[in-house]
C-alpha cells in the first residue's frame, strides 16, 4: 500500500522524539495521531496501546491495562499526586511512601485495611478508597509486550482514568521499551491538576513511544512543551484570542500544521482519515 509522504516525513522527523497533538474536539486530531501511529506499526513493526475515553474511537481489541505493581508500589506518589496534592496532606504521604516495602498489591491493601479498623486513622481510609481504583490495573508479573499488537484501553473521566493514565506513562518509563507506542488521547479531558499534568508533559519528553492529544491549547504553551507538535484547526475566536494566532491563522479548516525539529507541514485531515481507515483494514486481516 502507498504510504502518504507528508506522514512518513513526520515519522523520520520525529525520529525517538514523543509527539503532541493539540485541537478542539473535532479537528481531526485522534484521526491524525492514531495514522501515524498505524504507519509506525506498519513500517517498524510496533505495537501500539491506545487509551482513549469513546468506545467508538476504539482501533484493536479492547482490553484492561496491566501495570506491574513494581512499578506502580515505586511511583504511587506521582500517581495520586496527579488528582490530590498529597505535599498538603503529609499524613497520607508517609503511607504512600511505605507502599515499596510491599511485594504484591493484596499485601499494601490488607495493611490499609488493617490501619483502616481504627475509625481515626483516617488518612488510611482515604488512601485504601484510592488504591482500590487502581485494582484492575495491578498485576504482580512483569509484562512483556507483544509485538505488531494493536489494544484499545477504555478510561473514565473522573479521578481513576486520571491515575490510570499516570500509571501507564510512569509504566513506559519503568518498561523502557521502544516497542510498544503508547497514545494518550485526549489527557486533558481527566481532572488532572494543572502543575501535575505539566510535570507530565514534561516527563513525557524523555520517553520516546509516548504521544499525547491535548484538546485545545489550554495553559500549556507550545514553548514550554518543546516537542513536535501538530496544531489542528480551530474556530475564529479562538485564533484571535490565543497569543498564537499566528500560528493558527495559517491553519484552514480540514487541515491540520505539523511543527516539527527539522519540519513543518501541512497535512489535509479528509486524506489521512482515507489512509487511516486502509491501514486498519490491513491490521484486521
Given at each position: 500500500?502507498?504510504?502518504?509522504?507528508?506522514?512518513?516525513?513526520?515519522?523520520?522527523?520525529?525520529g525517538?522524539?514523543?509527539?503532541?497533538?493539540?485541537?478542539?474536539?473535532?479537528?481531526?486530531?485522534?484521526?491524525?495521531?492514531?495514522?501515524?501511529?498505524?504507519?509506525?506499526?506498519?513500517?517498524?513493526?510496533?505495537?501500539?496501546?491506545?487509551?482513549?475515553?469513546?468506545?467508538?474511537?476504539?482501533?484493536?481489541?479492547?482490553?484492561?491495562?496491566?501495570?506491574?505493581?513494581?512499578?506502580?508500589?515505586?511511583n504511587?506518589?506521582?500517581?495520586?499526586?496527579?488528582?490530590?496534592?498529597?505535599?498538603?496532606?503529609?499524613g497520607?504521604?508517609?503511607?504512600?511512601?511505605?507502599a515499596?516495602?510491599?511485594?504484591?498489591?493484596?499485601?499494601?491493601?490488607r495493611?490499609?485495611?488493617?490501619?483502616?479498623?481504627?475509625?481515626?486513622?483516617?488518612?488510611?481510609?482515604?488512601?485504601?478508597?484510592?488504591?482500590?481504583?487502581?485494582?484492575?490495573?495491578?498485576?504482580?508479573?512483569d509484562?512483556?509486550?507483544?509485538?505488531?499488537?494493536?489494544?484499545?484501553?477504555?478510561?473514565?473521566?473522573?479521578v481513576?482514568?486520571?491515575?490510570?493514565?499516570?500509571?501507564?506513562?510512569?509504566?513506559?518509563?519503568?518498561?523502557?521499551?521502544?516497542?510498544?507506542?503508547?497514545?494518550?488521547?485526549?489527557?486533558?479531558?481527566?481532572?488532572?491538576?494543572?502543575?501535575a499534568?505539566?510535570?507530565?508533559?514534561?516527563?513525557?519528553?524523555?520517553?520516546?513511544n509516548?504521544?499525547?492529544?491535548?484538546?485545545?491549547?489550554?495553559?500549556?504553551?507550545?514553548?514550554?512543551l518543546?516537542?513536535p507538535?501538530?496544531?489542528?484547526?480551530?474556530?475564529?475566536?479562538?485564533?484571535?484570542?490565543?497569543?498564537?494566532?499566528?500560528?493558527?491563522?495559517?491553519?484552514?479548516?480540514?487541515?491540520a500544521?505539523?511543527?516539527?525539529?527539522?519540519?513543518?507541514?501541512?497535512i489535509?485531515?479528509?486524506e489521512?482519515k482515507?489512509?487511516?481507515?486502509?491501514?486498519?483494514?490491513?491490521?484486521?486481516?
Amino acid at each position: 500500500m502507498r504510504i502518504d509522504k507528508k506522514l512518513a516525513r513526520i515519522l523520520v522527523d520525529l525520529g525517538d522524539k514523543p509527539l503532541v497533538v493539540i485541537g478542539p474536539p473535532g479537528s481531526g486530531k485522534t484521526t491524525i495521531v492514531t495514522t501515524l501511529g498505524l504507519m509506525r506499526l506498519k513500517l517498524m513493526g510496533s505495537s501500539m496501546t491506545y487509551v482513549t475515553h469513546k468506545p467508538s474511537d476504539a482501533l484493536g481489541s479492547i482490553t484492561k491495562p496491566s501495570i506491574p505493581w513494581k512499578c506502580i508500589r515505586d511511583n504511587l506518589f506521582l500517581i495520586l499526586d496527579s488528582y490530590e496534592d498529597l505535599s498538603t496532606r503529609p499524613g497520607i504521604s508517609l503511607l504512600v511512601s511505605m507502599a515499596y516495602r510491599y511485594k504484591a498489591y493484596n499485601n499494601y491493601v490488607r495493611y490499609l485495611r488493617y490501619l483502616s479498623r481504627n475509625p481515626r486513622n483516617t488518612h488510611a481510609l482515604w488512601l485504601l478508597g484510592r488504591m482500590i481504583l487502581l485494582r484492575d490495573a495491578v498485576t504482580d508479573q512483569d509484562i512483556n509486550n507483544e509485538v505488531g499488537r494493536v489494544i484499545t484501553i477504555l478510561i473514565s473521566r473522573d479521578v481513576k482514568g486520571a491515575y490510570v493514565t499516570t500509571a501507564l506513562i510512569l509504566n513506559s518509563i519503568c518498561q523502557q521499551s521502544m516497542n510498544n507506542l503508547l497514545i494518550l488521547d485526549d489527557i486533558t479531558i481527566l481532572p488532572i491538576r494543572e502543575d501535575a499534568l505539566l510535570r507530565i508533559v514534561r516527563m513525557t519528553r524523555g520517553i520516546t513511544n509516548t504521544w499525547m492529544v491535548l484538546h485545545s491549547i489550554g495553559k500549556l504553551s507550545i514553548e514550554d512543551l518543546n516537542t513536535p507538535t501538530i496544531i489542528t484547526s480551530h474556530s475564529g475566536p479562538a485564533k484571535s484570542q490565543s497569543r498564537l494566532r499566528d500560528i493558527l491563522s495559517r491553519i484552514k479548516p480540514g487541515e491540520a500544521l505539523y511543527m516539527g525539529i527539522n519540519e513543518e507541514l501541512k497535512i489535509r485531515i479528509h486524506e489521512t482519515k482515507k489512509l487511516r481507515e486502509k491501514l486498519l483494514n490491513e491490521t484486521k486481516t
